[in-house]
């Protein structure tokens, strides 16, 4: 059974940083695109960046670009958000989450039929 | 960015009957768009991808259809299970965007 659970969250000051990590389950984490989607009242669902199965080619929204750094341990089964420079606009839930089909040559990903629980990022004074 | 509008926001309905979602794209996606149910609380489920291939373990009452800037998604008869959150998504471009969502609620 596919399974991936997301920690790491919590509360953290304006200008903190962050780390969340995926660890996923029941398949072979190489062989997939990966992604981080966020959601939150103000904002809805937001896709925060997307890493390809070996971690090639990576897309961040402009939102989080420059900030965030999405990395993945094939090895350890395990992706990974690093958060820095966080603003109170950056509070939500983090869903660590599967594409929907494995990686091949010359696909991008984008559908996520697997997601974590979520971990609940807040950031506030 | 492409913008997803969703339509209605609001779908009021018993169980039984039929529901019908629309997802309109600024511009076209081809068919890289899906559909996710969400409730609260909980995580989206996928239901269908790149238009109307259906996802793994979704009912058959629940179909898929459209191309370009113009999607549906129907469910022939609701089931209680089905009321919540729905969203479309495409993945035609960078970055990938959701719909604002139908809440699909009880009459």
């Known amino acids: ?125 | 960015e492409i913008v997803l509008t969703q339509s209605p926001v609001t779908l009021s309905l018993s169980p039984g009957e039929r529901a019908t979602l629309s997802c309109r794209a600024s511009q076209s996606v081809s068919i890289y768009l899906s559909w996710y149910h969400q409730k609260p609380g909980q995580p989206p489920r996928l239901l269908f991808y790149d238009a109307s291939n259906r996802a793994s373990a979704v009912p058959a009452r629940f179909s898929a259809s459209g191309s370009g800037t113009d999607f549906t998604l129907t469910i022939s008869s609701l089931e209680p299970e089905d009321f919540g959150f729905y969203y479309c998504q495409q993945r035609d471009k960078w970055p990938l965007t959701f719909g604002g969502g139908t809440k699909v609620e009880i009459k």
């Open chain 1, 1 to 125: 059974e596919v399974e991936l659970l997301e920690s790491g969250g919590g509360l953290v000051q304006p200008g903190g940083s962050l780390r969340l990590s995926c660890v996923a389950s029941g398949f072979s984490l190489s062989r997939y695109w990966m992604h981080w989607v966020r959601q939150s009242p103000r904002r809805g669902l937001e896709w925060v960046t997307r890493m390809k199965s070996d971690g090639s080619i990576v897309s961040y929204a402009d939102s989080v670009k420059g900030r965030f750094t999405v990395s993945r341990d094939n090895a350890k089964n395990t992706v990974y958000l690093q958060m820095n420079s966080l603003t109170v606009e950056d509070t939500a839930v983090y869903y660590c989450a599967r594409d929907v089909r494995s990686d091949t040559r010359n696909y991008f990903g984008g559908s996520s039929s697997h997601w974590g629980q979520g971990a609940l990022v807040i950031v506030s004074s």
